[in-house]
C-alpha cells in the first residue's frame, strides 16, 4: 500500500550550514519556508562563515550524515531533495548511497564547489564522485559557467550557444536535464539554459547591479526542489524559481546584512506584509 500523502509538501535540502545564514541550509530552509513547502535538512559540512569569506569548515562524519538520511526515510514523506555543500569524495558517496532511500523523488543536485569569496566548498577530487554518482540519479543538475567547466575539463562558456552545447555535454553523463546558470556572465541580462533531452529553454532576466548575491545558487536550487514538491514540471519549477530569487536579489540590494557580499532577501514577499 503506498504511503499517504502528507498534507504539506516536504522538500529535503542535503547541504552545509552557513553560520551567517545566507546560504548553505539556512538559505534552502528560509527558501522552502517563503514559496509553502515544508523543510527538512540533512547536515553534510559546517562552516564558519560571513559575508566576507569562510573562515573554518567541519566536515561531519560519514555515519552522522548516514544517520540523518535515514531517521527521514523512516518518517518523512519527502517530495523533493536538493544537494547542495557536499565537502569531500567520501560525503558524495555518503549522501549518493542514502539517496537510494528515496527512490522517485525528484532530485536537484546542484555541484556547489567555490564560494563567491573563493573558499574550496568540495575538494576537487570529489568532481568524479559528483559526475558518476550523483549525474545518473538527478532530475536536473544545476552549474554555474566554472562549474559546468569544471565538471567537463573545458574553459568557461564564452556565449549562450556554447553554455548550451555544455549543458548538452553534462546532459550525456546521465542527468535528466542540466540548468546552466549564466549569473556570473557578462552584459545586461542574465540567462540561465535548461537543457533537456527533448530540447532547451532559455530563462532571461535583466542583471541586477548588487553585491549581494551570497547563496544565489542554494537559493536557486532550494526553490526549484520546492516547486518539484509542490507538483510542478521541471521546466515550470525553474520558471518560478528563477522569478523567486530575481525577486530576493532585488530585495537583498537593501537587506544590509554583513560588511561583505550580502545575503538575497529570502523572505522578501513576508517581510513586505
Ligand atoms: N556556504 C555554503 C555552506 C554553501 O553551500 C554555499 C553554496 O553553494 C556557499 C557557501 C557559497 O555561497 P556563495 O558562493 O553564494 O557566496
Not at 500500500?1 to 504539506?8: D, I, N, Y
Not at 569569496?117 to 559526475?131: E, F, K, M, T, Y
Not at 522569478?243 to 529570502?266: F, K, M, Q, S
Request: with cysteine; glycine share 10%.
Amino acid at each position: 500500500m503506498a504511503a499517504p500523502r502528507a498534507p504539506t509538501p516536504i522538500a529535503l535540502t542535503i547541504a552545509g550550514s552557513d553560520s551567517s545564514g545566507g546560504a548553505g541550509i539556512q538559505a534552502d530552509l528560509k527558501t522552502f519556508t517563503a514559496l509553502g513547502v515544508y523543510g527538512a535538512s540533512v547536515i553534510t559540512a559546517i562552516t564558519a562563515q560571513n559575508t566576507q569569506g569562510v573562515q573554518d569548515v567541519l566536515g561531519l562524519p560519514p555515519a552522522i550524515i548516514t544517520a540523518q538520511i535515514a531517521s527521514i526515510a523512516a518518517d518523512l514523506a519527502v517530495g523533493a531533495i536538493k544537494t547542495g555543500m557536499l565537502a569531500d569524495r567520501t560525503t558524495v558517496a555518503t549522501v549518493a548511497d542514502g539517496l537510494a532511500n528515496f527512490p522517485g523523488v525528484p532530485l536537484v543536485v546542484d555541484p556547489v564547489m567555490v564560494a563567491t569569496s573563493g573558499d574550496v566548498l568540495l575538494a576537487p577530487d570529489a568532481i568524479d564522485a559528483v559526475r558518476a554518482r550523483l549525474f545518473p540519479i538527478a532530475t536536473v543538475v544545476t552549474p554555474n559557467l566554472r562549474e559546468a567547466a569544471k565538471l567537463l575539463d573545458a574553459p568557461v562558456a564564452a556565449d549562450e550557444d556554447e553554455m548550451e552545447a555544455q549543458g548538452r555535454r553534462l546532459l550525456a553523463l546521465g542527468a535528466k536535464a542540466v540548468l546552466v546558470k549564466g549569473g556570473h556572465g557578462p552584459g545586461p541580462h542574465a540567462t540561465d539554459i535548461l537543457v533537456l533531452d527533448t530540447g532547451s529553454l532559455r530563462f532571461t532576466r535583466p542583471r541586477i547591479a548588487t553585491r549581494n548575491t551570497h547563496g544565489t545558487g542554494c537559493t536557486l536550487a532550494a526553490a526549484i526542489a520546492a516547486e518539484l514538491a509542490r507538483g510542478a514540471s521541471l521546466p515550470s519549477a525553474v520558471a518560478a524559481a528563477k522569478a523567486y530569487v530575481w525577486a530576493a536579489i532585488e530585495a537583498g540590494r537593501t537587506l544590509g546584512v554583513g560588511h561583505g557580499n550580502g545575503p538575497v532577501d529570502h523572505l522578501h514577499a513576508i517581510r513586505r506584509q
